[in-house]
């Protein structure tokens, strides 16, 4: 595609339980980022690949907390044992190579959590 | 701690005015400066990126300007319209790599 796609736009989940949250940026980017934005609020910074590693995760709020993109495209943004003050949008951006470019923004995934 | 603020938090006009959102930051010490849009519901698109050795950049009917030095950029937006109503963000880039960090935006309203 185009443009950095994400899986489910929208998910509900009941507190406690595991959610994934998928990110598939635009072809050939080296860099990935994972941003949480809630509402009246700009997004915030959680996680950068460069490549499948994890460059800087110093944004993560917790353990319960986890990415991975072990191909160096697609990445998973994984939340255990949801709580419900983890409900926001997910934001995933990517860029050619992550010194500096601009960053390209993805819809999001609403995570809402009952 | 690098913290970006934006003002006015809220801007509402009548359409063909020119306008002016302000952005300042903290910390002088970034590699650049990117203005986005927001509709509502949906994703980030970028507007401008600015280079911290760069003063300005203008895209149609938008110009942004940097002062790295006083930790300020304005974006000049002129003739608006409705269609330019949107939230607009700004966001700077600490160093060379990593992350973006955001201001909480200006909800703009253009009205017809």
């Known amino acids: 595609g185009a443009g950095v796609s994400q899986t489910p736009s929208n998910k509900v989940t009941e507190k406690g339980k595991y959610v994934e949250l998928r990110c598939d940026p635009i072809s050939g980017h080296t860099a990935l980022y994972w941003y949480r934005q809630s509402l009246g609020q700009g997004p915030e910074f959680l996680i950068y690949f460069q490549g499948t590693g994890a460059a800087d995760d110093s944004g993560l709020p917790n353990d319960r907390f986890f990415a991975v993109r072990p191909e160096g495209s697609v990445s998973t943004l994984k939340i255990q044992r949801t709580e419900r003050g983890d409900s926001a949008v997910y934001l995933c951006a990517s860029s050619i190579t992550g010194l500096g470019e601009t960053q390209y923004f993805g819809p999001g995934t609403r995570l809402l959590v009952l | 701690k690098q913290e970006v603020t934006q003002i006015p938090a809220a801007l509402s006009v009548p359409e063909g005015e020119n306008l002016v959102l302000n952005c300042s930051f903290t910390?002088?010490?970034?590699?650049?400066l990117q203005w986005f849009r927001q509709d509502p519901g949906k994703g980030l698109t970028s507007l401008l990126l600015i280079q911290s050795s760069q003063r300005e950049q203008t895209s149609g009917r938008l110009n942004a300007s940097l002062d790295k030095s006083s930790g300020r950029s304005t974006l000049y937006i002129a003739a608006s319209q409705p269609g330019d109503s949107a939230t607009y963000l700004c966001?700077?880039?600490?160093?060379?790599?990593?992350?973006?960090?955001f201001g909480k935006g200006t909800k703009l309203s253009v009205k017809p």
């Open positions: 966001a700077v880039h600490g160093g060379s790599q990593g992350n973006l960090i």
């Open positions: 910390d002088s010490a970034i590699y650049n």
